[in-house]
């Protein structure tokens, strides 16, 4: 039998605030996420690891789901 492929959602990610007096690991996980400058935007395919990220700086980014 063939495996069911999961449909994997794309998600937006924007800088909205900057990194400036945050502590060093969250620091770290915005530029892990390729996010240098206020307003940078990248976009990713979810999964779990990349919701961890995103919990981390939840109060730096705005995330939007991205329809195909």
Do not use: W, Y
Request: proline content about 1%; aromatic content about 2%; hydrophobic content about 40%.
């Amino acid at each position: 039998m063939a495996k069911k492929e999961k449909q994997v959602g794309k998600v937006k990610v924007t800088l909205v605030k900057s990194t400036i007096g945050e502590i060093e690991s969250v620091k770290a996980t915005v530029a892990a996420l390729g996010l240098k400058k206020i307003r940078s935007e990248k976009t990713f395919e979810d999964s779990p690891c990349l919701q961890g990220q995103l919990k981390k700086v939840a109060h730096l980014v705005k995330i939007e789901n991205v329809k195909e």
